[in-house]
């Protein structure tokens, strides 16, 4: 069994919500880089010592965990850790419908011309589109598939877009073989 699991992918493809759902069906505690990331959840980043020194001592605590969000350019030495990396990719499209209905959920009304968070969720939403085009500049697919190079650990690879049931069916029918 893996015991250090670690799921990435763009924003909006569903990291969170698979790491949380396997941690329901595996022995694994399930933590997200944001709440290391973020200081204020989206607003305040934490330097980047702190998020390090913060998700050191919290990966120390578990035995089995799942590790859900990008450390790419901030976490890096946390790549020899991994037993398991799962790379997750969706039609841009797709993607960003998502992270738009989930603005809305969040902020509702706010994100509306004129509203407090309209430039911080227009601002957001373009970074996230850059995403399957982008350079190494950016929080990128390119980036990413980059990143995964000189890993020492599997990579399981879920491209398309599935369902939460699909996706953890995929993960456990691997990790049943392997």
């Known amino acids: 069994m893996k015991k250090k699991i670690?799921?990435?992918?763009?924003?909006?493809?569903?990291?969170?919500?698979?790491?949380a759902a396997l941690s329901k069906e595996l022995p694994h505690s399930h933590l997200d880089t944001d709440d290391?990331?973020?200081?204020?959840k989206y607003t305040e980043?934490?330097?980047?010592?702190?998020?390090?020194?913060?998700?050191?001592?919290?990966?120390?605590?578990?035995?089995?965990?799942?590790?859900s969000g990008a450390v790419c350019g901030w976490g890096d030495?946390?790549?020899?850790?991994?037993?398991?990396?799962?790379?997750?990719w969706i039609p841009?499209?797709?993607?960003?419908e998502r992270l738009q209905q989930r603005e809305v959920q969040r902020y509702g009304n706010d994100i509306l011309p004129g509203g407090r968070k309209y430039?911080?969720?227009?601002a957001f939403l373009e970074w996230a589109?850059?995403?399957?085009?982008?350079?190494?500049?950016?929080?990128?697919?390119?980036?990413?598939?980059?990143?995964?190079?000189?890993l020492v650990c599997p990579i399981l690879k879920i491209e398309g877009d599935y369902s939460v049931q699909e996706r953890m069916d995929i993960?456990?029918?691997?990790?049943?073989?392997?």
């Open 6 to 19: 670690h799921i990435f992918g763009a924003a909006g493809s569903g990291t969170s919500t698979l790491g």
């Open 36 to 40: 290391f990331f973020w200081i204020n």
């Open 92 to 96: 841009q499209n797709v993607r960003l």
């Open 119 to 122: 430039n911080q969720s227009k």
């Open 77 to 88: 030495n946390f790549k020899a850790c991994f037993d398991l990396v799962i790379f997750l």
């Open 129 to 150: 589109s850059l995403y399957d085009e982008a350079g190494m500049e950016v929080r990128s697919k390119k980036l990413h598939e980059h990143w995964m190079t000189d």
């Open 45 to 67: 980043q934490r330097a980047v010592h702190e998020r390090s020194r913060l998700l050191k001592q919290d990966l120390s605590i578990y035995q089995n965990w799942i590790l």
């Open 171 to 178: 993960v456990l029918n691997y990790l049943s073989s392997n």
